[in-house]
T-cell receptor, first 111, second 112 residues
């Protein structure tokens, strides 16, 4: 069965500190996507990673896909209050038909 | 996203009642999805559709029915609502299999 673990479940940081969330799969992934959901909002697509070892950046956000295509990370440098929300990874496992969402990491930024 | 709309935004109903949640998208995306979101469980796929008249079960399909007679609409029906179906329901669409999904604003459903 599909097993995707996302850690940590919660993270509180002081504004300006860095933040990282990790997504780990027990099986090889075709691709991985990251979404952000603001409190009271809906998930919004951030990025998709496809290639082994791929690294992509969006301003202060850095996304990485593991060499074995079984894990990924999202790193935010110098968090701001606008970064508050829950970050989900969504994986497409090799041979699967649909994305499987992780349980998310809820980020709180303390001003 | 203005291209995918869900209605109603909020709904309160009683156990045993039938309730239908609507989802409409204007992008002509092939794929449409229904998720439920509960604390501690993230997003769980209920049903999905690859095209009009093609639907398939997701992770948690029991107690739900879907149809897709037109590409742009994908209603979700709870035939006899139960308290365990109290949740936030999200509809999403994507242009192809495994492609990024666009979500509606969600329907917060409470079953008393």
């Amino acid at each position: 069965g599909q097993q995707v673990m996302q850690i940590p479940q919660y993270q509180h940081v002081q504004e300006g500190e860095d933040f990282t969330t990790y997504c780990n799969s027990s099986t090889t992934l075709s691709n991985i996507q990251w979404y952000k959901q603001r409190p009271g909002g809906h998930p919004v697509f951030l990025i998709q990673l496809v290639k082994s070892g791929e690294v992509k950046k969006q301003k202060r956000l850095t996304f990485q896909f593991g060499e074995a295509k079984k894990n990924s990370s999202l790193h935010i440098t110098a968090t701001q209050t606008t970064d508050v929300g829950t970050y989900f990874c969504a994986v497409l496992q090799t041979g699967a038909n649909n994305l499987f969402f992780g349980t998310g990491t809820r980020l709180t930024v303390i001003p | 996203d203005a291209g995918i709309t869900q209605s109603p935004r909020y709904k309160i109903t009683e156990t045993g009642r039938q309730v239908t949640l609507m989802c409409h998208q204007t992008w002509s995306h092939s794929y449409m999805f229904w998720y439920r979101q509960d604390l501690g469980h993230g997003l769980r796929l209920i049903y999905y559709s690859a095209a009009a008249d093609i639907t398939d079960k997701g992770e948690v399909p029991d107690g739900y029915v879907v149809s897709r007679s037109k590409t742009e609409n994908f209603p979700l029906t709870l035939e006899s609502a139960t308290r365990s179906q109290t949740s936030v329901y999200f509809c999403a669409s994507s242009p192809g299999q495994g492609q990024p999904q666009h979500f509606g604003d969600g329907t917060r459903l409470s079953i008393l």
